[in-house]
């Protein structure tokens, strides 16, 4: 035996391999099948920060918060049966969002497996299609390398969550600790790295081709760290980009070149520019339905270049012209020294007319006796420092973030995009505040999603996370509520919701709480919020009826969309 | 035309779980799917037959399986030549009668009679697929009883190992060596 090697339970050797990996903190909640972890847990105290959660789902999107503000792998941990398939949720919000993640279950004794032992569940088998990979450890000499391996293979590639399920046995028995330096070797597993000569050839002479080019910038380019590749790309070629809603921060909103967000709730002004563009330059997207509207017409004169890391994702949705399967910091390595400079001077000019038309429809210059959720947003984007972290839940107040947070920097911005899960924002965002130190977090967040993971006010006020949580309350799973008046001719069917007094609530948990009713209060109640050390709270009573424009319609083509009414003609409901 | 699509995987629990989970998530069908092991100890080859025609959809197919950890290589032999061959026995009904004109029959197929029982036949048959249509197409006049069928099996013709174009080859030299995850790609295996 090897000098360096110490004999150790499963259990310990788990803290050992999290050290080892370099995490700082676990987000977790302990069970029946997982106390031999939390027992030894006391021994690695003072090298590993656990943050007990109020309920497992929780947990899973703390880690997902912490890894989308930090770029390392979250981790969170439960028990066997219901504290893993409480995860489920978390762990598939990360799949789709292609985050960092190692979930780490107990389950029951490896020689009860399969005999439906007491809060015994499949987890492997359930989360099969939701997680990049999972292991079930069914041996402690197997644990150390089934970490190292995991850890790889969630941030690598496309980043994603992994599962690794440890039977109580497996973490009582005994083994010597080695952690291995040697690279991880998995033989089906190579991520791409570079284009081929040919394809930097090609996608040169498409892009000092084009006439009307669109940089269609997405989450990849966060994950590559190809932020200035893409800027570079933007100006040494004048390609005006739109970011997807997980693409924003990528490039600042306040480029002259940055058209907003494309899609369902995008800009006008993007939405036609991709219409009519005649190169799409994708980098690190992946066409999702909610970004193209009907395939059929999207962006129909247009040859497209797609990048992307993973290969499934090419020619999947949308069909393009030249695939690149690499990474899009390395490819815009090779492509960008090749670029012709160009000025487009009558593709920009088009653009800004786009641009001209969509602010003058802009909700902000409404005189409204309520608060509007738009209002409130800009609001807080006004008085808050332009390196905020913004945590949005998932509905209209998140597509209003998108739309009147201008996001300047990359990680500052943290939604639940491809899963659209409900609830995320609050744990989220107490996931980030694990990284993000000097800087300040804002949750924003529905009165329907709040409720959804509200006990996680709980571990908010025991670790005193500093995060403040502007809820958006119009009484309505708003979102939804739009759907029914649109197109289910306003049949409000359970989308009316009532609420706790959040003050009161802010209260009883331990932490400040205020209401906002009126725009001139917004200023002073963020003050009191963020003045306060630890969470706070404001509720901002808002109009009812508001909707998200524009918006293109489910299955209607991308520049079918319906406007705000101009607001010399504002047809919108006010107050009830 | 029928994908045939070779796939190279460790051999680990739960690996064809992962390749027939994609298959169902995507409501593909898959007609067969044999399974054993390689030339290589510690992977499995098995060879996939789906219904699906169109390309681009064939493709899709091959870039998600590639995508599971455990997935070596994926090679659709759908438009290469290749040998595919099936394995079948059946049971037929046939008494003493009979036994005799099936005999040649059989031997007309090369294939044998493995089981024999007062009123009943079973043969072995090997070859294309097609050949097993034939003959089965032959037996049922004297009332078929049970087949078993046991999938396509495909190799492609030629001295390559098509499975060479992916990481295979570098996992066999390094065993026991450290090579980095992308040493392929820049050529170096220490």
Known sequence: ?576 | MKQVLIVLVEDKPGVLNRIANLFRRRNFNIESIVAGHSEVPGTTRLTIVTDEEERLRRNIIRQDLLKLINVIEVVDVTEQPCIIREYALIKIKSDGATRGEVGALVDMYRGRIVDVGTRSLVIEVTGEPSKLDSIIDVLSTYGIIEIMRAGKVAITRGAENPADNGGLHLWKNSRGKAVTANAHKEGKVS
């Open chain 1, 1 to 576: 035996m090897n000098k360096s090697e110490r004999i150790l339970t499963g259990a310990e050797l788990l803290w050992e391999c999290l050290i080892q990996e370099g995490v700082e903190v676990v987000f977790g909640y302990p069970g029946g099948a997982n106390l031999p972890i939390y027992d030894t847990l006391t021994a690695y105290r003072d090298r590993v920060r656990h943050v007990l959660v109020r309920h497992e789902q929780g947990a899973a999107h703390m880690a997902d918060g912490y890894a989308r503000v930090s770029g390392k792998v979250g981790v969170a941990m439960a028990t066997s049966g219901p504290g893993a398939t409480n995860l489920v949720t978390g762990i598939a919000t990360a799949m789709m969002d292609s985050s960092p993640m190692v979930c780490i279950t107990g389950q029951v004794a490896a020689t009860a497996l399969g005999g439906d032992a007491f809060q015994e569940t499949d987890i492997t088998g359930a989360t099969l299609p939701l997680t990049k990979h999972s292991y079930l450890v069914m041996n402690v000499e197997e644990l150390a390398e089934t970490f190292r391996e995991a850890f790889y293979i969630a941030r690598t590639g496309r980043p994603g969550p992994v599962l690794i399920d440890i039977p109580k046995d497996v973490q009582n028995a005994r083994t010597a600790f080695n952690y291995s330096a040697e690279p991880i070797n998995l033989p089906g597993y190579h991520p791409p790295e570079k284009a081929s000569d040919e394809a930097v050839t090609t996608a040169l002479d498409m892009i000092n081709n084009a006439e009307q080019p669109v940089i269609l910038a997405g989450h990849g380019i966060l994950m590559s760290h190809a932020m200035e590749d893409v800027v570079e790309l933007m100006e040494q070629a004048s390609v005006p980009a739109t970011p997807t809603l997980l693409g924003l921060g990528t490039i600042p909103a306040s480029h002259p070149l940055n058209l907003g967000m494309m899609g369902m709730h995008g800009t006008a002004c993007a939405n036609h520019a991709i219409q009519e563009a005649d190169l799409l330059i994708a980098c690190g997207m992946r066409f999702d339905d909610r970004v193209t509207g009907k395939l059929a017409t999207y962006s129909p004169h247009s040859k497209k270049i797609h990048i992307d890391i993973d290969a499934s994702e090419l020619n999947k949705n949308v069909r393009v012209d030249l695939a690149i399967n690499a990474d899009l910091a390395t490819v815009l390595r090779q492509i960008n020294p090749g670029i012709r400079k160009r000025k487009r001077e009558a593709w920009v000019t088009k653009i800004a007319e786009w641009q001209k038309d969509a602010s003058q429809r802009d909700i902000l210059q409404m005189d409204s006796p309520v608060l509007m959720g738009g209002q409130v947003i800009r609001t807080i984007w006004e008085g808050t420092p332009e390196d905020a972290v913004i945590v949005s839940d998932v509905g209209q107040h998140q597509m209003l973030t998108a739309q009147y947070y201008a996001h300047e920097h990359p990680h500052t911005f943290i939604t639940s995009g491809g899963l659209g899960t409900m609830g995320f924002s609050l744990p989220a965002a107490i996931g980030a505040s694990f990284h993000v130190k000097d800087k300040e977090i804002w949750v924003i967040v529905g009165d329907g999603g709040f409720q959804m993971n509200v006990q996680e006010l709980g571990p908010a006020v025991q670790e005193g996370a500093n995060i403040n949580i502007a809820i958006i309350n119009n009484g309505y799973l708003g979102m939804v509520r739009q759907w029914q008046q649109l197109f289910y001719e306003a049949r409000y069917t359970e989308t009316p919701i009532s609420s706790p007094d959040y003050v009161k609530l802010a209260e009883a948990y331990g932490l400040p709480g205020y209401r906002v009713e009126r725009r001139e209060d917004i200023p002073s109640a963020m003050d009191s919020a963020r003045s306060h050390q630890g969470p706070a709270l404001i509720d901002f009573v808002v109009e009812k009826h508001d909707m998200v424009f524009p918006m293109v319609p489910a299955g209607a083509s991308l520049h079918e969309m319906i406007r705000r009414p101009h607001p010399k003609h504002a047809t919108i409901e006010v107050g009830k």
